[in-house]
């Protein structure tokens, strides 16, 4: 099979779908490739299933790239509300939890329907399993080859994502693709991942196992206020996991995470206070009133010379007061990209144009979504940059 488009879209997940239903919807002749057997799989297990669509507090300042203003325009241009907007058409019912993030009430396979019908009924042509072997660029039209047939267009549209979620599919295909036709890419790594801690730290937090508990984690250039899991390999949970992006934009210099098991109080005021008051109870048990009490207990035994809190010196006051609202942690690394939820890096913004996505060396050639060194915060923010680059993509086409 041999046939010519106006546009081909490579990757039919969140940003290529939608791009390609976009782009139909004004006339454009689109092709829509996909290497996987399954459409959007990524959205389909997100959010446990239900999808974390958007975030209603969604800015460009909820995001981490070499060019952390890149991804205004796009984001103005097509925002949550219009997602949101798009959504309600649709009569997907929705709930907001947390921190403005918003889930579908049924499945997250109400909004790949939502996807796959808007692009059938624009006329676009998908076809699954559909190995790229090569793509060219002839004077002002690309060529594909593929497992399907050939086949040309004007614009080449490349939404193949991350590396994150190998067991999916991800693949390396964007930024070899980037690469052939002179763009740099930034150095992938997975982002939002658990971290692993040494044998040391396990050993002595390791019976944790499963504790969760609120905390603020602060790390190079950020902090966040959400849970933290102790796992029988270091750490996770929502803080834990937004912290590890940054930690590893700075993983060159090893720079421990801190974090604050007390954020409402302040730790030396409260121990000084119980102290005035002629307490009677053990470390363990004061910091049982804050924390889970395992946690507590095990703090306290490493707290040389620490017992009622009524007879212990200002030293070691401010010794407690300080452990507990600098608590320094030095991951030893990451679970890498089958745990992570997204991949930092990838095609470096400064080769793209922040409207249409398109790259300033190659004309026709844009790059949408993941595969982009544009990389959000948890809670649906990354939904939303594959939804705003895919619709400005979609109507530059």
């Given amino acids: 099979m041999n046939l010519d488009f106006d546009a081909i879209v490579i990757g039919a997940g969140a940003a290529g779908l939608f791009c390609a239903g976009t ?30 669509f ?10 981490l790239s070499r060019q952390p203003e890149f991804c205004r325009q796009a984001l103005a241009r097509f925002s949550a509300r219009d997602f949101i907007a798009l959504v309600d058409k649709h009569g997907i019912a929705w709930h907001e939890k947390t921190l403005g993030q918003l889930f579908c009430d049924d499945s997250s396979q109400r909004i790949i329907d939502m996807l796959d019908r808007n692009a059938a009924r624009a006329g676009v042509k998908r076809l699954m399993q559909c190995a790229i072997a090569a793509v060219a660029k002839d004077g002002d039209q690309f ?7 050939n086949f040309r267009a004007a614009k080449l549209v490349v939404a ?7 067991q999916i599919g991800a693949s390396p295909f964007g930024y070899r693709l980037a690469e052939q036709f002179g763009l740099e890419v930034v150095a992938p790594r997975p982002g939002l991942v658990p971290l692993s801690m040494d044998p040391a730290w396990l050993a002595r937090y390791g019976d944790l196992s499963g504790l969760s508990f609120p905390a603020e984690v602060h790390a190079p250039g950020a902090k966040f206020r959400e849970q933290v899991l102790i796992t029988h390999r270091g750490l996770s949970g929502p803080a834990i996991l937004q912290a590890s992006s940054y930690w590893q934009w700075q993983e060159g210099t090893k720079r421990p995470l801190e974090i604050d098991l007390m954020p409402e109080i302040d730790a030396h005021a409260w121990l000084r206070q119980l102290r005035a008051g002629g307490s009677r109870a053990g470390l363990a048990g004061a910091l049982a009133q804050h ?16 017992g009622r809190v009524a007879e212990m010196s200002n030293r070691t006051i401010d010794e407690v007061a300080t452990s507990l609202q600098r608590w320094s942690i030095q991951p030893a690394g990451t679970l890498g990209y089958r745990k992570a939820e997204v991949t930092l890096g990838g095609v470096a913004t400064e080769e793209l144009d922040p409207v249409s996505l398109e790259a300033r060396r190659v004309p026709g050639l ?32």
């Fill in 54 to 63: 958007t975030n209603i507090h969604c800015t460009h300042h909820n995001f």
């Fill in 143 to 149: 060529r594909i080859e593929s497992t399907q047939g």
């Fill in 23 to 52: 782009a139909g919807a004004r006339g454009r002749r689109v092709l829509l490739l996909d290497a996987s057997a399954r459409l959007a799989e990524k959205i389909r297990i997100s959010g446990g299933g239900r999808c974390n």
């Fill in 160 to 166: 193949s994502g991350g590396l994150s979620i190998p």
């Fill in 291 to 306: 924390l889970p009490r395992r946690l507590a207990q095990q703090l306290a035994d490493g707290t040389p010379g620490a």
């Fill in 366 to 397: 844009h790059f949408i979504g993941e595969v982009v060194d544009v990389t959000g915060h948890l809670g649906g923010h990354n939904f939303q940059w594959a939804w705003s680059s895919g619709w400005c993509a979609g109507m530059a086409l």
